[in-house]
């Protein structure tokens, strides 16, 4: 079968940075299952994915703005310190902030006496990453999983 956007794909991937530094990995786990199509993977790999078939081994380059995006000196706020009244709050923390786009996730990557800069970049914005990926297995999606958009099992549980 010949994977479309409507597939459940089974897969092992490594992915590593321009130096080659690993990033992430299903190396000694169980394979990744995904519904492409839904946006659970960055586009630059779904893309990549479709007409590929079980089996398949395959290295990609993914630039930024099909991966996690460029990255954007506009999510880097400073932000007066008493906003995080009664907190211990250290480089390396994460927080949920509300802003004017609605919820995002920030880091906190400095803090001084009077204020704390946060990034609402996601960690690897601007990074190009490379894929090496084997494709385990693959299968067309149920209307379920379609029309929900995400997988379910065999007893209609959601994964």
Do not use: W
Not at 35 to 64: H, Q, S, T, W
């Amino acid at each position: 079968m010949t994977i479309t956007s409507d597939s459940v794909v089974t897969l092992h991937y490594t992915v590593s940075s321009e130096d080659g530094t690993t990033l992430d990995s299903s190396e000694g786990k169980k394979p990744l299952v995904v519904l492409l199509g839904k946006r659970f993977l960055i586009e630059g790999l779904e893309e990549a994915l479709v007409g590929k078939n079980k089996g398949d081994n395959f290295k990609i380059d993914v630039a930024p703005d099909k991966g996690y995006g460029e990255r954007s000196d506009q999510l880097v706020q400073s932000v007066p310190k008493n906003m995080f009244d009664g907190m211990d709050v250290e480089v390396g923390m994460s927080f949920r902030a509300s802003s004017e786009g609605g919820e995002q996730s920030v880091i906190v990557i400095d803090v001084s006496d009077d204020h704390v800069v946060v990034d609402g970049n996601h960690p690897l914005a601007g990074v190009p990453l490379t894929f090496e990926v084997e494709v385990v297995d693959c299968r067309d999606a149920t209307e379920e999983e379609i029309a929900q958009g995400h997988l379910v099992d065999e007893d209609g549980h959601e994964h």
